[in-house]
């Protein structure tokens, strides 16, 4: 078993930056692929990001490119992902996930533990 809490969300102003932090605790020893995914009101949770045990593959969603990066420090145990840029429509519960395979990791399915989310508000 693996948790994952997520940190780091709140409110911030369009244009602004936040980073937030997805902290691995548990079974941590396999190598996990992780991602960032986020859930709006009314809306169905959708791919942002991902990155594979290494580091040296990430994926991005389009809509995100260019202004989020992600990134791990393994022996943190720690993911994070850097939000720059933001606008309203960034608005969302971000939670972060792993994977224990690296495969296409743009849809829910894939993961196999979650956190519970933090929320990330952005007025304009």
């Known amino acids: 078993q693996v948790q994952l809490v997520e940190s780091g969300g709140g409110l911030v102003q369009a244009g602004g930056s936040l980073r937030l932090s997805c902290a691995a605790s548990g079974r941590t020893s396999r190598s996990y692929s992780v991602g960032w995914f986020r859930q709006a009101p009314g809306k169905e949770r959708e791919f942002v990001t991902a990155i594979n045990w290494s580091a040296r593959s990430t994926r991005y969603a389009d809509s995100v490119k260019g202004r989020f990066s992600i990134s791990r420090d393994n022996a943190k145990n720690t993911v994070y992902l850097q939000m720059n840029s933001l606008k309203p429509e960034d608005t969302a519960v971000y939670y972060c996930?792993?994977?224990?395979?690296?495969?296409?990791?743009?849809?829910?399915?894939?993961?196999?533990?979650w956190g519970q989310g933090t929320q990330v508000t952005v007025f304009s």
């Open positions: 996930a792993a994977a224990t395979a690296w495969g296409n990791l743009v849809n829910v399915y894939e993961y196999d533990y």
